[in-house]
Structure formats: structure tokens, C-alpha cells
């Protein structure tokens, strides 16, 4: 029986692996978590999204995975190297929660929702379908891709855990 391997990924970052493995991210608050999947092949991937945009920020061609318009098709492009194909991959989103409750959205540029919107965008431009969300809120998450089932578990201090 092959050993399960449990895999983190940093953020601004992001890993690909196939079944029977499990894609670990922690720390989302305003950042978003993009899990891909290929129930075809088991290939899947996580990509920890830290901001909306790269054509926002100085020297964004050093870390695509940090922003969600370049770091998707950077990840579909990893997958497809495995085996996966586009046509089949499906995606869940976790985080971009508010991390500053009663704090002036205007001020703060709502980072968590924007991550999601652009992340939802790229998402539909790539013509992949996003089968589960669990996004906004005001509480971080832990995130997890088993490439054995294609499931997302979704860990939120002092919340039960869900799958989605």
C-alpha cells in the first residue's frame, strides 16, 4: 500500500501531486485558497493566492503564485504536465475572508473579496467550473486537497470542520 503523503504548500505558492496524496495550506484569511482537480487522473493542485492582481504590484514575474490572475493558469499548466486535462479539472475555493472586522473596507481595498472575484474570473476565462466555495466570513481556514477522493476539507478555528 503506498505511503499517503501529506503536502504543504506556503503561501504565495503552489504544489501539484497525484492520488493518493493530500495538498495542505494554512493561513487563509484574506488570501484564497484555489484547489484544481482531475477526477480522471487523481492529479490535483493547491495555489495559495496572497493578492488579486500582479499588474497592481512591482516585480510580480519573480512569484506568479502570489496573485491570483497568474498563478491559476500557472497551476493548469503544472497539472497539465501531470496528465490532467482542462477539460476535466475542477475547482474549490476557501478563504478571502474580512480579517479586520469594523475595519473601513474602502481603506483596506477588501483583499478577501477581490482574491475571490478575481480568482472566480480566471476560473470561468479557463472555461473550469467551480464545483464549492467557502469564502468571506471573518475567520482564517485550513485547507486541504485529498487527491484520493477529490474532496476539500475546510478547517476554521473553534468551527467544525466541513467538507466541501
Request: with cysteine; glycine share 14%; hydrophobic share 45%.
Amino acid at each position: 500500500m503506498e505511503e499517503i503523503l501529506e503536502i504543504h504548500v506556503g503561501i504565495a505558492d503552489y504544489k501539484v501531486t497525484g492520488k493518493p496524496h493530500r495538498l495542505i495550506t494554512v493561513g487563509l484569511g484574506s488570501c484564497v485558497g484555489v484547489s484544481l482537480y482531475d477526477p480522471g487522473t487523481g492529479v490535483g493542485g493547491l495555489l495559495h493566492v496572497m493578492l488579486p492582481e500582479a499588474r497592481q504590484a512591482a516585480g510580480n514575474a519573480l512569484k506568479p503564485a502570489k496573485y491570483a490572475d497568474t498563478g491559476i493558469p500557472v497551476l493548469v499548466d503544472a497539472l497539465r504536465r501531470e496528465g490532467a486535462s482542462l477539460k476535466r479539472l475542477e475547482a474549490k475555493l476557501a478563504g478571502g475572508a474580512q480579517m479586520f472586522a469594523g475595519a473601513d473596507e474602502k481603506f483596506l481595498f477588501n483583499i478577501g473579496a477581490r482574491n475571490a472575484e478575481i480568482a472566480r474570473r480566471v476560473l470561468k476565462d479557463l472555461g473550469i467550473k467551480i464545483l464549492a466555495e467557502d469564502v468571506g466570513g471573518t475567520g482564517g481556514r485550513t485547507m486541504i486537497l485529498d487527491t484520493a477522493t477529490g474532496q476539500v476539507i475546510i478547517r476554521m478555528l473553534g468551527a467544525r470542520m466541513k467538507v466541501i
